[in-house]
């Protein structure tokens, strides 16, 4: 057994497999940070050190021209009997392994074994993303300590496939609301059915032409999409009320309130009443930057469009160019069966060695 129980040296894919062995579901990450914290403590040199709740931040201060953000989530969903991990072919499975452990590994990984960066570097190792957005423990350290998130650019290691997954889609939600007269079912003429409103609206959506937007080489693709309905009172009630919740994905060019008034838009001259409940910014790619394009070309151009929300909105908001590059398919994530290539890893360790150290 080793003497320690994070190796930061050891190969990536087994510290990966290390990390995954100590649970961490939201809330309950304070043994995962306690190790991490130690392990840099013990296995780094040049890095001040610092602990925010069950978030733990290291950084040098060589006074390089340029800094580097390196940024990941210790949480993961609840355990799914996917624990400890295993080897199965030329994949490693387990609760987090794709979501995010695996880039947690190699941000760690490249902290002990870079003696020489190209760039100042900041690791912000952080607590309940998995669950509501109040908790998450990057915004907290925005409010604490908001000079930790200075950067010319910020990489998340999230699941991206080992492609530069850039910027990331802002998100909204609606809800279209309808109201009508209550009547016995054997005498529908005598009531005014809420439900049937709501069919203007998805004959609305159903038509609903999703604009295709190119950024910085970048495509994305919106999405306006029923996620919910709700109404009915019996059997024999004509119901006198109905709503439909209504998610617009929408690319990191519109603002959440551009984004809220073309959806107002799309429904406008209904008989309905629509009601925001929830928005977020996208992020812009930012990949003209030049400490972006460095990262761009290190990767050898794998780049794409990031279809979903994630905190690399939280440093664009801030003006800091950020992307999603970290090992894992994240179509895998949160799955019993989650997993990660561990060719995927090393590809990933790979080139933020070069990036890092260019």
């Given at each position: 057994m080793p003497?320690?129980?994070?190796?930061?040296?050891?190969?990536?894919?087994?510290?990966?497999?290390?990390?995954?062995?100590?649970?961490?579901?939201?809330?309950?990450?304070?043994?995962?940070?306690?190790?991490?914290?130690?392990?840099?403590?013990?296995?780094?040199?040049?890095?001040?050190?610092v602990r925010n709740g069950d978030a733990v931040l290291a950084r040098t201060n060589f006074g390089l021209p340029t800094r580097v953000v390196l940024a990941g989530h210790l949480d993961t969903v609840p355990v799914a009997d996917n624990l400890p991990s295993r080897f199965d072919g030329d994949h490693l499975f387990g609760c987090g392994t794709s979501d995010m452990k695996s880039g947690d590994a190699v941000f760690l990984h490249l902290a002990a074994t870079i003696a020489e960066p190209a760039h100042d570097i900041t690791l912000i190792f952080y607590d309940c993303e998995?669950?509501?957005?109040?908790?998450?423990g990057l915004g907290r350290i925005q409010r604490e300590l908001p000079d930790?998130?200075?950067?010319?650019?910020?990489?998340?290691?999230e699941p991206s496939g080992g492609y530069i997954e850039a910027g990331c889609q802002g998100t909204l939600r609606v809800v279209i609301s309808a109201t009508g007269t209550r009547a016995?079912?054997?005498?529908?003429?005598?009531?005014?059915?809420?439900?049937?409103?709501?069919?203007?609206?998805?004959?609305?959506?159903?038509?609903?032409?999703?604009?295709?937007?190119?950024?910085?080489?970048?495509?994305?693709?919106?999405?306006?999409?029923?996620?919910?309905?709700?109404?009915?009172?019996?059997?024999?009630?004509?119901?006198?009320?109905?709503?439909?919740?209504?998610?617009?994905?929408?690319?990191?060019?519109?603002?959440?309130?551009?984004a809220l008034a073309h959806v107002r838009e799309?429904?406008?001259?209904?008989?309905?009443?629509?009601?925001?409940?929830?928005?977020?910014?996208?992020?812009?790619?930012?990949?003209?930057?030049?400490?972006?394009?460095?990262?761009?070309?290190?990767a050898e151009g794998l780049v794409r469009a990031k279809y979903g929300w994630t905190d690399v909105a939280r440093f664009a908001a801030l003006g800091i160019p950020a992307v999603n590059y970290g090992p894992g398919d994240p179509n895998l994530a949160h799955r019993r069966d989650e997993r990660v290539s561990v060719a995927q890893i090393s590809a990933v360790a790979g080139t933020l060695r070069r990036y890092l150290t260019a």
């Open positions: 003497d320690r129980l994070l190796d930061l040296s050891a190969d990536p894919i087994a510290l990966t497999a290390a990390l995954v062995d100590i649970p961490s579901v939201s809330r309950d990450e304070a043994l995962i940070a306690d190790e991490v914290e130690a392990a840099l403590r013990e296995q780094t040199t040049g890095y001040e050190i998995e669950i509501e957005a109040s908790a998450n930790w998130l200075a950067a010319d650019v910020a990489i998340l290691g016995h079912s054997a005498r529908s003429w005598l009531g005014d059915n809420a439900i049937h409103k709501l069919g203007a609206v998805l004959d609305r959506l159903s038509g609903y032409d999703a604009r295709i937007v190119d950024i910085d080489g970048c495509t994305y693709r919106e999405g306006l999409s029923a996620v919910r309905i709700d109404g009915g009172v019996a059997g024999n009630v004509i119901p006198d009320a109905a709503s439909l919740t209504v998610n617009f994905r929408f690319a990191p060019d519109r603002s959440p309130e551009a799309v429904f406008d001259g209904l008989d309905v009443q629509l009601e925001l409940t929830d928005s977020a910014a996208g992020a812009l790619p930012g990949l003209s930057h030049p400490a972006a394009a460095a990262l761009v070309a290190a």
